[in-house]
């Protein structure tokens, strides 16, 4: 089930952390830049941080099989290879991709995938050795290392 859409992750402009919340487009003389604000459960208070505009990543509605919520830009394992979440533009869905010896191979429909199926490891922004080969065992093990 897809759940809390509209929720955002980006990497503060003043110390490089994560934060999630929703997102809003820069007005006035913060023209061009983005905003996350991050609500607290009751409601009650928030925040608004400037963010890297390139970090921002929006949330699939989904979780998975520990629960965490599944972002685009996210590297998941899914049985033996390593995935990562992209948004797709052409089709208006995200999609996994993951790298073969014979080059990208995607899975559209990611949503129609269950989430038990999939775990969440890193993103291609903290962990961008994890994407290379997209191979769990194989020339890289799960962290991306190549074997010796």
Known sequence: MREN???FLGKRE???????GYLYPGIGQHKGKWFIT????????SHTYAVIS???REFTGLSDKTGKGIFEGD???RG????VIEYDNMCAQF????????????????????????????????NP??????????KNDVKGRTRQ
């Open 38 to 45: 991050v609500v607290d459960d009751c409601l009650t208070t």
């Open 129 to 138: 050795e994890l994407i290379k080969g997209g191979e769990k065992n194989g």
């Open 95 to 126: 999609v996994m991709k993951t790298f073969t010896d014979r080059g990208v191979f995607w899975i559209r429909s990611f949503d129609l995938i269950p989430s038990e199926w999939c775990e969440v490891i890193g993103n291609k922004f903290d």
């Open 75 to 77: 590297i998941v394992e």
């Open 5 to 7: 859409m509209g929720l």
């Open 14 to 20: 003043t110390d490089g952390k994560w934060v999630e």
């Open 54 to 56: 390139e970090t921002i």
């Open 80 to 83: 033996d290879r390593i995935w």
